[in-house]
Every structure is written in C-alpha cells, then in structure tokens.
C-alpha cells in the first residue's frame, strides 16, 4: 500500500545516521584504510593493495586460531542449545518459585566479562580454587595452565556457566507463548512426554532456538575477555582463539596493517557463518510450506 | 460412548468452603447427557459455559458433585483417563506431522497395529474430505481444515466417550462456517457420539444441537430444543437471547383476572392466574415480534398503538410501535408485502402465544 | 457535503482494487457500500478519507478537486472493524481527543463529551478505561469519538461485525437513529444484506472492484439489475435455477412447470435464468399457482428467528427461508413450492429481463395478504 508520502519524516531520522557514521561506519572505513596500507613511521603511508590479505590468509597461526574457534563454538553450541532446552523444561511454571528462578538463573548474565574471567580464574585454580582443590582431593590432578584439555575444560565450562541461562530464559519465554489448549490436546491424543516435546514443544521453539544459535554462535565466535584473562591464551597457543591473535598483533606487536586486514576478514567470516545459519534455518521453514 | 451424568456439580474458583454464594462460577447442577446426544452449552461469555466444559474434560475438578461416566466415577481422573476429545477455539495440530500422521496420531500413542492405524484414518480423512491432503503438513492447510483435523483425532478413535467442541468456528471464513456446520451435522447422524458444543452464537447453537443449554450468572436457565427455547422460554433472558429481535416484554400487574399495563389490559386463563394470584412477583408479559398481530381497526382483543418506525428487512418488515399513549414499545414483524396502518394500528396479542413472567420465571 | 468519485482507479502492486469507479453519494444522507469481502469497500473508503491516493480519477468535494488532499486536510471521521480506542485515556478523554486536537474552548468539549456519550448510551462509563470495557461499550466508544467531532464526512468500515448478534441487533437500530438525525454525509461498508436493509438510504453495491448498482435500498434489493447483484444481496443466497419460456408455459430446474405469469408477459421465448429469493421458497404452497419439488435437506441452519433448510434435489440446490424456529433430520424428505409469481428472470447476459416487483420504483406488483396483516 502506497502511503501519503511525507518528507519530513527523513529528518527525524537524521540523528541516528549521524550517530551510526561515527559508531560504526567511519572506524570501519579507518579499519578498510589501514589494511590497504603500509607506514614506516613519520606519517608516510604506501598503498600495498591485497598484499596484507594474502599475507593473513596464508598464515598458519590464522589457520590454527580459526581452526580452535570453530572447534570451541561448536562445543559450545553442542552443550548450551541442548542444556538450555533441558532446564527450561523444566522450571516451574507458576508459583513464587518462577520468579526466583528466573533471577538466580539471570545472575551469571549480569556478571562483567572480566570478572567471569577472574572467578573461573581462581574457581579453578588448583592451590586456592574450590573446584581445583576439590578435584586435587579426589585424586585428579587438574591442572589448566599446563594441561592444554583442562585448559579447554576449564574456558568451555566458564563460557556454559556464563551463557546457558541466556538459552534457558529464551527458551522459557518461548515455552510460555505456548497456548494450553496444545498440552491438553496432547494429552487428549495420549502423547508420552517425549511425543509433547517432539511434536509440540520443540516445532514452536524453532524461532527463539534460532535467535539462541545466532547469538550463541556470534558471541562465542568473537569470545576475547574471559579466555584471555583465565589462560592468556595458554597453555602454549592452546586457548588462542581469534580475538585474542588479533589483539596480539595490532596491540603487542603494533601489525596494523595486518591486523586491519586480519579483522575485515574476520568480520567477513562471522557474517558469512551468521547468513548460512539463518539462511538454513529460514529454508527448512520455507520447506514445511510447501 | 457414553451417557454422562452431572450430579450435584457445582464449581466455585475461591476452592470448597471459602466460596460465597456470588463466587460460584458454577451454581449447583443435575444434569444429564444422553448416549448420542447433540448438545450446546449456549451463554454469555462469564457465563460459565466454558467451565462446565472443563469440568467434562477434567481440566477442573468441582469443588462439588460427582461426574459420571455411564455409572463410572470421573470425578477425579484426569483428562487423559477420561476417552474424551475436544476441538479447540484455535486449531490445534501438530505443526510438523503431515495430515496423515496428525489423524494418526492418539492411535499410535495407544499402540494399535500400523495396519488398523491406516485403516481408520482413511476413513476418516474420507468423511471429511481430507484425503486429497492426507500427505500435506497440516501447517499450511486453511483454519477449517485444520479444524476439520482437530476433529478426525478424536473421530479414529472408538473409544471416545464424548467430543467437546470449545467454540470451534471463531477463526473460520464465514463462507467456510456453514460448510463445516454441515459437516458436524453429517458425523453427528452417522456415528451418533455424544456431542457437547459451546458457543455464545444463538444461531451456531440452534443450528448445531438437538438439545441446548441456556446459561446466564453460572446456572443453567432452561435446556430444551430450539423450538423449545423460541416458543416457550423459561426465562426472560432466554427470551430475549433467543431470536432477533427477541421476545417483547411488559412488565403488568394484575387486576382481577387481567394483566394490566400502560396502554391496556389483557386477560388471563385461570390456570395461569392460580398460579401467580397471591405472590408478591414481579409480573412481565412476553410476545415474540412474529405473532405480534397488527392491525388497523379495533376488534376483540384488541390494543390501541401508536407506530414509531418500520424497518424494512425485504423478507419482512419490522414494526417500532408504542402501545396506548407513550406506553411499552412492542416490536412486530410484518409480512413484505403486508397492508399496514399509517400510524395508529391496533394491537392483539394472541393468548395461544402470549407468555407470563413471575420474576423472569415463566409461569406455564 | 457533496463527494463524487470520478473515474478513479486504485492498483497496489499490480493488483488493481478499484476498476475506473465512479460514483456520487447522497450529500448529508446514508450511503451504503454493500459487497463481498474483497468487493473494494475498503479501498473505496480509504479513497474518501485521504488515506489513499487513487492511481488514476479524481475525488471532487463540493465540486472541488481534492484528490490529493491528506487525511488532515478533510473534513472526515472514520469508524474501523476492529474497536480502536486510545487505551491509557478515560472514555471521556477518548471522545474529547479529536476536540482537544482542534483545540476547542473546554465548556464545549465537555457539553460535546456528555452529550454524544448520552445518545450512545455509555453516559455512565466516562471514567472507565476501554479495557474495563465489553466489545459492544468499546465500539460505542470508538463512534462516539468519531460523532463528537460533528465531521461533514463519516466513514464506517464494517463497525459491527466484530460484535456478538444481540449486540449487533442493538446498535444497528441505533445507529439508524443517529444517520437520520445527522447532518453529515455517511458512508457505511458492510457485506451483509439484512444490515443494509435495516440501515435504508442509498445502496451502493460493488463487487471485485466495480460499482454494479446504485439506488434505494428496497428498490434495488427488490430489482436487482443483474445476477451478482442478486447474489451479494441475497442472504441466504438466492436461488438460481436455469429454464425456459416457450409460450404460455414456464419450465425450471428440469421438471418444474407452470402457465406464465403475468410479469413474464413481455418476455421473449427462450432460455432464462430463473432468480427466487429463499422466503419465497416455501414449505407449503403460497399461492394456487405455486409449484412443487421434491427433495431432500441437505442442513437446516437457524438465524435469528429463521430457519434456513438447504434442500436438494437431483443436482439442483435450493434455499428455503422459514419463518420461526424449527428443525430438520439430514437427508429427510421435504417439498418445496415455488410461485411463479415471485421469480426473477435474468437474461443471456445475466442481466435483469423482468422483476416480479415491476420496474424500479413502483408499488410491489403483488398486493396478497400475508403473515399478520389483516386485508
């Protein structure tokens, strides 16, 4: 439908393009500058064209990074999705216990990231952390500095105590919107409760599960503060996930044009990954149409 | 199948004991529903209707009275133990499962062999008219065939005690509805299960039930047949609720052996007259608007009234009259094609269709 | 206030809603736009209102071109199916927001508030929030607001057909009081042909895009001018039955024959399509010449205070309209009576040949006693 077109309206929405240039646009564009160019100081740049990118791109440390981060969001995903699912099932659903729940579920959410770090940090530590100590007592020798496993141990399970409860109250909500006349029918029909989940719960769970893998997938895949303050990227290069490379070169060593390349890249493989997501997800719905 | 017996129900929400008089959702209720029976529990919404409902299906257990079913106490037993099915307001299928898999489905919960599985649900997508799209997801099927599936998963079943149908034509096209009317028609004739409708439309209940059941404030005010329900009320509210417009109403006293109002007088029989002579009643007359007689001379019987409007509907006419001097306003239908007075007609109430109220309570 | 469409079409995307439609509405009366659910109405009346700009035609006003004037710019009121109400205002705050907007003095909002709460009857509700409210007070709130502004234009979109049948039964003879009464200009889109009726004034039927008839509500309901108008205003459905005149015979739906009636006397041998409304299809003969079918119910549905039996017969599907309440068994054998008096024949071209109501604007044709009246 074709409305009264109205001019106007385009210079109400003037603000937000102006905040969006300076957010994101402009440091993009100094980002795309940088990865095209070369300085040796002294405000002398030299234009190198794509040499960056294929410097970065045949980098074996790029490989193994991009290698391990997809190996942690996949683990990630693996436990959190399913696990998240699992405990909304089975929260209550009404009395005073759903509001205390829901909030003692909430708190590691509002956690800074630093600070998760510095928790599983000493959580695990095997001299003063309770976990750590704990399993020493038992005769398990747990040790994430050296051992790179317990290392992965350790930052995996960090990321699912931080993260699961964002799938579970997703997941919550979407189990709420359900209408009750679907559990009675369910139960009218005589469905186990497995059937329940099949056939009802889990099909109207479908768009908040998505929005959870998308979230779950772009966060852990971009993941920088809590592995690097628990391992530093360690034992050896163990737990150096993308981030933390990248970090590496354009702060440590001072690499801007490398590491401008490193993150357009970097950018381009999150965004593709996100658009195969969705794009596979909208085509089984588009599929169950036909 | 089964005959369900509803004895001494009552429900109240505020639990057994703390309940006052105003807090039952569902006052006390003897109430029977024959094997076979098409039945609709008609009502404005808070009526209660939809938790008398729930108190078939087991979603509420009363705070009063038992439930039985053919003899068996269910008063306690849930809905699943109960062989009851139910169709939704809202379409309720599984978004994932074909038509086929749907119609199947509470006979593959209850474990029959995959050969009576497919037996019995062609023969219920035949009855209604679904086999075209057994293989289709049942998602992408329209509101009424997704109705028509709710349906058929009580129908494969033989064990069902009664269908229960929740107001199932809210969503539906109106062109569609009186197609899937026919249909409950059909299936009700063909299998004769116990049937239990609920509704607020007058009309869907008329057409749908061999026997309706009126409810207003959590009681049930009459149960009878539509021709029951129009002809002989048991309340006013009945009255008005049946029919359109509804049943004219004039609030009288008597006077020996009349019924006296603004604008005239008319006589009682004296069966009638034993009944309300003597109690302190609220009296009304009632007169449905189509054997409201107009006329446009006196005669017998006859009350002097005054025309106010006429609608003209093209299948008839509807007459706004006040009676005498600015008394009661009577409605009246009129043929099409019916001579009718300019303004001042005359009015007879004919006594064979004339109703008497005692505090809304017809008097018969 | 005076409005005419002229020549106006409306395409969206491709699809074309409304087809060079031209048409003027009675200046300070009661307009009817009677159709089928995508017949246009809406379009029509988003036109009208300054919502929409047709893609070709024009809307004069007062004789003025004001096709492109906005929503703002007219002087309009517009009533919507769904019960729209502003839901954190009071009643009263409602009803007065359109004053307040045109900023009138306080005593006059507040006279103008009371007075048209009172003739919607929701006087005693001022304080109440809509959703405090049932759908019928709710509607009621919502034409008030668009009365209260006293706009030379109301528009109204099928206001009752979200409300339960008594309700609708109310406020249709209510509102038939207030057009009456109004000085504006009034537009009121419904698809059904007994609230038409009831409302009167001036029927515009359109279908699929096109304006099909205009005229007096009874004149055209009692002549319509072809087939589709029969159709879509007809309800129950009318019956159509093909035949044929050959002489002095009339011969329908196969084996039903009968002499010619008077009102066929003009007509030309050949083969007709017969139109009888489903009250003049009786249970028992209305008259000596009437002819009978046997047949079987197919579904007897009840409205109101009619019964409608569905009765077929070797293909042929025929409405029988039934005063009062009454029931039937599926499948049961009936006979029905159809008096040649009361058909409708429509020509090759589906238009209307002869009426048995005479040409628009007479006296109905037949003066029988029927029902109650009294010769």
Redesign the interface.
């Known amino acids: 439908m074709n409305k009264v077109q109205n001019n106007r309206a385009w210079f109400l929405i003037l603000p937000v393009f102006v905040l969006v240039a300076f957010s994101a646009i402009i440091p993009l564009m100094a980002v795309v500058n940088y990865s095209v160019q070369d300085s040796f100081g002294g405000g002398v740049w030299i234009f190198v064209g794509t040499e960056w990118f294929e410097s970065v791109l045949a980098d074996e440390r790029l490989h193994d990074a991009l290698g391990r981060q997809l190996l942690f969001s996949g683990l990630v995903l693996a436990i959190q999705i399913p696990l998240g699912v699992m405990i909304a099932l089975t929260l209550p659903t009404r009395g005073w216990l759903v509001p205390l729940c829901l909030i003692v579920l909430a708190l590691p959410l509002l956690v800074p990231f630093n600070v998760v770090g510095t928790i599983w940090q000493l959580f695990a530590r095997v001299d003063i952390g309770l976990l750590g100590h704990t399993l020493a007592d038992l005769g398990i020798e747990f040790n994430y500095t050296d051992d790179p496993l317990h290392a992965w141990i350790t930052v995996v399970l960090m990321d699912v105590w931080h993260w699961t409860p964002l799938v579970v109250l997703l997941c919550y909500s979407g189990l709420r919107a359900i209408p009750p006349a679907f559990y009675q029918a369910a139960r009218i029909d005589g469905a186990s409760r497995y059937a329940t989940f099949r056939y009802i719960e889990l099909p109207k769970l479908r768009g908040v599960l998505t929005i959870a893998v998308l979230l779950r997938f772009m966060d852990s895949f971009m993941i920088f503060t809590e592995p690097f303050v628990v391992t530093g990227g360690g034992p050896g290069n163990a737990t150096n996930f993308l981030s933390i490379v990248l970090t590496n070169w354009a702060i440590e060593r001072r690499d801007l044009g490398p590491a401008a390349a490193f993150s357009i890249i970097y950018f381009l493989i999150v965004l593709l990954i996100c658009w195969m997501f969705y794009t596979a997800i909208t085509r089984i719905g588009q599929a169950d149409k036909r | 199948m089964a005959r369900i017996v509803l004895d001494g129900v009552a429900h109240s929400y505020a639990g057994k004991g703390k309940a006052k008089a105003d807090d039952y959702a569902l006052r006390r209720l003897d109430h029977v529903w024959e094997d076979g029976g098409a039945y609709a529990l008609l009502g404005p919404s808070g009526c209660g209707k939809t938790t008398l409902l729930n108190v078939i299906s087991g979603l509420i257990t009363p705070s009063e009275g038992r439930v039985l079913f053919d003899e068996r106490d269910v008063t306690r037993l849930a809905t699943e133990q109960r062989n009851i099915a139910q169709v939704f307001q809202f379409p309720v299928i599984y978004d994932t499962m074909t038509v086929r898999q749907n119609l199947g489905f509470p006979l593959v919960n209850r474990g029959l062999p995959a050969d009576r599985i497919a037996a019995r649900v062609g023969e219920v997508a035949e009855m209604l008219d679904l086999s075209d799209a057994l293989d289709r997801r049942a998602r992408n099927l329209s509101a009424d065939a997704k109705q028509k599936i709710s349906l058929g998963r009580g129908l494969v079943r033989d064990d069902v005690a009664a269908i229960l149908f929740d107001e199932p034509l809210t969503v539906i096209d109106p062109h569609v509805k009186w197609q899937l009317r026919r249909k409950l028609k059909e299936i009700h004739e063909r299998f004769h299960r116990t049937l239990v409708y609920v509704t607020h439309d007058q009309n869907e209940a008329l057409t749908f039930a061999d026997k309706v059941v009126v409810m207003l404030d959590g009681q049930v005010l009459q149960v009878g047949t539509p021709e029951e329900l129009f002809e002989t009320p048991s309340h006013t509210f009945v009255g008005y609720f049946i029919g359109s417009p509804g049943l004219n109403l004039i609030d009288c006293t008597l006077d020996g052996g009349d019924a006296v109002f603004r604008g005239g007088r008319i006589a009682l029989d004296d069966d009638r007259l034993a009944r309300v002579r003597g109690r302190n009643v609220a009296l009304k007359l009632g007169i449905r608007p189509r054997y409201v007689e107009v006329l446009d001379r006196a005669g017998a019987e006859t009350l002097p009234a005054q025309i106010n409007d006429v609608e003209d509907l093209g299948t008839h006419r509807l007459v706004d009259l006040a009676l005498g001097d600015g008394g009661p306003v009577i409605r009246a239908m009129v043929a099409e094609d019916a001579a009718l007075p300019a303004d001042a007609a005359f009015l007879r109430f004919p006594p064979e269709r004339t109703r008497l109220f005692a505090d809304d309570v017809l008097v018969a | 206030m005076t409005v005419t469409l002229d020549g106006v079409t409306k395409t969206?995307a491709g699809e074309t809603h409304l087809y060079g439609m031209s048409l003027s509405l009675v200046p300070n009366g009661l307009n009817v736009l009677l159709g089928p659910t995508t017949a246009g109405k809406t379009s029509i009346l988003r036109l009208l209102a300054?919502?929409?700009?047709p893609t070709a035609g024009r809307v004069l006003v007062e004789g003025a071109d004001r096709t492109t004037a906005?929503?703002r710019d007219r002087d309009v009121a517009m009533v919507y199916q769904q019960f729209i109400n502003y839901p954190a205002f009071s009643v009263y705050d409602n009803i007065a927001a359109p004053l307040r907007r045109a900023r009138l003095p306080g005593p006059e909002i507040d006279r103008r508030v009371r007075d048209t709460a009172a003739l919607l009857h929701i006087d005693h509700l001022l304080d109440r929030l809509p959703g405090q409210l049932s759908g019928g007070q709710q509607q009621r709130t919502a034409l008030a607001r668009a009365l209260v502004k006293r706009a030379r234009l109301l528009l109204l979109d099928e206001p009752l057909v979200n409300l339960?049948?008594?309700l609708r039964?109310e406020l249709r003879?209510e509102l038939?009081h207030i057009f009456q009464t109004g000085g504006a200009t009034v537009v009121y889109a419904t698809?059904e042909?007994?609230e038409a009726?009831?409302l009167?004034g001036q029927a515009i039927v359109v279908d699929a895009g096109r304006v099909l008839q205009i005229g007096e509500?009874?004149d055209v309901?009692?002549n319509p001018a072809s087939v589709r108008v029969g159709e879509v205003f007809s309800d129950p459905p009318i019956n159509l039955i093909a035949g044929r005149i050959a002489g002095g015979e009339v011969q329908f739906g196969g084996e039903m024959r009968a002499g010619r009636p008077v009102h066929f006397a003009g007509l030309a041998d050949g083969a007709y399509r017969f139109g009888v409304?489903a009250?003049h299809v009786d249970l028992a003969p209305a008259g000596p010449g009437a002819v009978s079918l046997s047949g079987t119910v197919?579904?007897?549905?009840?409205?109101?205070?009619?019964t409608f039996v569905h009765v077929r017969h070797n293909g042929l599907n025929l409405v029988s309209?039934e005063?009062?309440?009454?029931?039937f068994?599926?499948?049961e054998p009936v006979t029905v009576y159809v008096d040649p008096d009361r058909l409708y024949a429509f020509d090759a071209a589906d238009r209307l040949a002869a009426s048995p109501h005479g040409p628009a604007g007479a006296a109905?044709v037949?003066?029988?006693?029927?029902?109650?009246?009294?010769?």
């Not at chain 3, 197919?298 to 009619?306: F, H, M, N």
């Not at chain 3, 005063?323 to 029931?327: D, K, N, R, T, Y």
Request: no cysteine; proline share 6%; charged share 25%.
């Open positions: 969206v300054g919502l929409d700009r906005g929503v339960d049948y008594k039964e003879t038939r698809t042909p007994q009726l009831l009167g509500m009874v309901y009692r409304r009250h197919e579904l007897s549905e009840i409205s109101g205070a009619e309209h005063e009062g309440v009454h029931s068994r599926l499948g109905p037949l003066a029988k006693t029927a029902g109650a009246g009294p010769a």
